[in-house]
């Protein structure tokens, strides 16, 4: 089959046909009709979580995380697709903390427990319940392996660094923890006592 499109823009009447745009190397020219994370949230696929309170981080790829973290139970038929993973401090530390994704990937371990945290649909009000397990104060059946960097917690006071930025990162989709797969919140030294808030957004499809 053959597609034909025509070089340069278009000025068409509501129900006019036309050919794709293309710009002058042949590419497709396209353009957002919506916000860009519209169609997803609006089907009701998409998910976040959030710590209520601070937690201290615990130091080290710790298998007893305290911050909310993620769990894909075994045998489920969806994959989460993270879109966002974030955490701030609002206690300085003793010592500067890189903060990292642990992930872990043994479906055969044991499955992750912990106090479980109740993830939000990001169209409020939509009756859809993730799949998705969220936990804090978790305990993983194996050490994480590091596998993102979301940046440093350092130690100065307030009045030293007038603003302490949240440690996130928009990973659209090249993070995907399929059944069986974990991922936590993990420092390199431990944080302040109940200084850390931890976020995670993310899309379920199906496998």
């Not at 659209?172 to 069986?180: F, H, M, Q, T, Y």
Request: charged fraction near 10%; include cysteine; aromatic fraction near 8%.
């Amino acid at each position: 089959m053959l597609v034909e499109g025509q070089v340069g823009p278009q000025t068409l009447a509501p129900g006019a046909r036309s050919l794709f745009r293309q710009g002058p190397s042949g590419e497709m020219n396209v353009g957002d009709a919506h916000a860009r994370y519209q169609e997803a949230v609006y089907r009701g696929n998409v998910y976040s979580v959030a710590d209520q309170t601070g937690v201290a981080l615990a130091a080290g790829l710790s298998t007893a995380p305290v911050n909310v973290c993620l769990f894909n139970p075994k045998g489920n038929n969806k994959l989460a697709v993270i879109w966002w993973a974030g955490i701030v401090s609002a206690v300085a530390p003793a010592a500067i903390v890189a903060v990292w994704i642990g992930v872990n990937t043994n479906i055969a371990a044991a499955a992750v427990t912990g106090t479980a945290a109740t993830p939000q649909n990001s169209m409020v009000g939509n009756a859809n319940r993730a799949s998705i397990l969220a936990f804090t104060t978790a305990t993983l059946p194996a050490a994480p392996v590091a596998s993102h960097v979301l940046g440093v917690i350092f130690t100065g006071a307030i009045t030293t660094i007038p603003q302490q930025q949240s440690l996130g990162r928009w990973f659209d989709g090249s993070l995907i923890v399929a059944p069986g797969g974990a991922v936590s919140f993990q420092g390199s030294a431990a944080s302040g006592a109940a200084a850390c808030f931890g976020d995670w957004v993310w899309e379920e499809i199906p496998i």
